[in-house]
């Protein structure tokens, strides 16, 4: 297992991290999966056996259920040295406080995750998705007075904009906050839109990326194809539509070439597509989860597995985004003075 230094902090991450979004099983999240303590364990105790040091979970995830299954099993120990990951800030109930920002929100529900984590501190607390109510300078001096207090350690956001993390940042650095250091995005040979301004900011601001549904729900992973587009008790095929998929066309064709280059190198396709994106700039971390043990056993030997300059190429070629502006200026009038991070777009554009 490779471990990546965490952004510009002195932490470091294993190249996977072991998602358990399908711990526990309620409501909607039936759909993904519902491992219990027994199953959960077998998952985690594979995961640490193979180098693994971090689990990331949120406390909305099967309604805190995935947390109390992670503290029934740790029981306040953290073999290993392992991290905790956790996020807030989804609707976790019917009052009109029960989501965002708000000072009132985030203590509470840091309250909540220690307790079902069985545990005094979480590791690295990502604020989940955008809040445009709350005030970021509130958002980030309480994120700030919990990591003194001792009950987080480090920050990070999840699904938000270039814009949005640049004005927490300088928010951060106005006020003197702690920041953000690792940001938490779907990235995948399918989507490749974070690399229109989520990586180019993680190069140049130092904030690591963890990848969630690197294998874009599954559709990567070598189970569907042009004729076999559903499996009976897929996550799909029982009514989750996350991610959106625009052009099934180019997916097709994207896995038609990740079939190939994983029966050259005699290995699944799902190790290639995870391989490909551990080559891509500011990548820290794969999060995977795992319905069952074999899934994961599958995947997480991505972590090993080599890609040849040719097959990455290939690879870049087939899914490739169109330059949007002014990227598409950028790469015709600016390519002889474009740094590390213009270059976490531009530069497969300029070789072509």
Aim: some cysteine; hydrophobic content about 40%; charged content about 25%.
């Amino acid at each position: 297992m490779e471990y990546r230094q965490l952004g510009n902090s002195g932490l470091k991450v294993s190249t996977i991290t072991l998602g358990t979004m399908t711990f526990g099983g309620e409501g909607e999240f039936a759909k993904i999966g519902n491992a219990g303590v027994k199953e959960a364990k077998e998952i985690i105790d594979f995961a640490l056996d193979k180098g693994v040091n971090l689990l990331d979970t949120a406390n909305m995830y099967s309604a805190g259920r995935s947390e109390e299954i992670i503290g029934e099993i740790l029981n306040g120990k953290r073999p290993n040295g392992l991290l905790i990951s956790s996020k807030a800030r989804m609707p976790v109930g019917n009052g009109i406080n029960d989501e965002g920002f708000s000072r009132h929100h985030l203590i509470r529900e840091v309250e909540k995750s220690l307790k079902r984590l069985r545990t005094d501190v979480i590791d690295i607390y990502y604020m989940h998705e955008w809040d445009g109510i709350t005030p970021v300078e509130e958002m980030l001096e309480t994120l700030d007075t919990l990591i003194k207090q001792g009950k987080i350690r480090y920050i990070g956001c999840s699904n938000f904009s270039g814009w949005h993390i640049m004005k927490s940042l300088h928010a951060s650095k106005e006020n003197g906050y702690q920041k953000f250091i690792t940001q938490q995005i779907h990235y995948t040979l399918e989507a490749r839109e974070a690399e229109y301004e989520l990586l180019p900011i993680g190069a140049d601001q130092g904030l690591g990326a963890l990848i969630w549904s690197p294998l874009a729900g599954g559709l990567l992973s070598g189970k569907y194809t042009r004729d076999k587009k559903t499996q009976t008790g897929s996550r799909f095929a029982n009514g989750w539509n996350e991610p959106p998929i625009r052009d099934f066309n180019r997916l097709w064709n994207i896995v038609d070439l990740l079939n190939i280059i994983a029966e050259e190198k005699q290995v699944p396709t799902a190790q290639v597509a995870l391989a490909w994106i551990l080559t891509r700039p500011s990548v820290s971390s794969l999060v995977i989860g795992a319905r069952k043990l074999e899934q994961l056993e599958i995947n997480i030997s991505a972590a090993d597995l080599q890609l040849t300059t040719d097959e990455i190429e290939r690879l870049n070629k087939i899914s490739q985004l169109p330059l949007i502006y002014p990227y598409w200026h950028q790469a015709n009038f600016a390519k002889n003075r474009l740094g590390k991070a213009d270059l976490a777009l531009l530069e497969d554009h300029i070789k072509d």
